[in-house]
């Protein structure tokens, strides 16, 4: 069989509900093989400082801050890093998208799913609504994201991280198809 040439550096999406563990599985996926993460979060702090709230922005705001968190994959790939962007990517446009991004500059893209029930984002939800351990997220939009997520389809070759799946086997099982070591060469955390 010829193996294909496969670029070090990738795109690595995350997509899945709010409170899904996204951005979870994206700091272990960046701690565990040294990857940059871009999100619109970010961002949208960086553009707007801390005192913005999603509402005040207008939809011209919107997409400068879409096209500048696209410009920062870029950088991150055109460097030949790996970039991992947990921040979005709820339709399948969305992803379809991040491809473009991707073949543009010649790297394989991954996309990540992370399948956790509504029942358990909607409890995550409601506690930080009451810890406000993260950025808070209002019930319009908490909505909205349930309403629109498409999860990935068979086409789209997604890897699928379950909100139960011990995330240092995952992570070790799959480094191959993330880009990083085997899961026997790497380094313990």
């Not at 040439?5 to 093989?33: H, M, W």
């Not at 399948?115 to 984002?121: A, I």
């Not at 995550?124 to 997220?137: E, G, L, P, T």
């Not at 992570?171 to 993330?178: Q, Y």
């Amino acid at each position: 069989m010829h193996q294909q040439y496969r670029p070090s550096n990738r795109l690595i999406i995350i997509c899945g509900l709010s409170f899904a563990g996204k951005s979870t599985l994206a700091d272990a996926i960046c701690a565990e093989f040294g990857y940059s993460q871009v999100d619109v979060d970010q961002t949208k702090l960086d553009l707007h400082g801390p005192g913005i709230d999603d509402t005040d922005l207008n939809p011209d705001e919107w997409d400068r801050i879409y096209r500048e968190t696209d410009e920062r994959i870029l950088f991150h790939l055109r460097k030949g890093g790996t970039v991992v962007d947990a921040s979005r990517n709820f339709r399948r446009r969305e992803r379809d998208h991040a491809r473009r991004i991707a073949e543009q500059v010649g790297v394989e893209m991954v996309v990540i799913y992370v399948d956790t029930p509504e029942w358990l984002v909607r409890r995550r939800w409601a506690q930080n609504k009451r810890q406000q351990a993260r950025r808070d997220v209002s019930e319009a939009a908490f909505g909205e994201i349930i309403s629109i997520m498409e999860p990935p389809t068979v086409g789209e070759e997604a890897l699928v991280f379950r909100y139960d799946d011990d995330m240092e086997d995952w992570l070790c099982e799959r480094a191959d198809e993330l880009g990083g070591k085997r899961g026997s060469e790497r380094n313990d955390l």
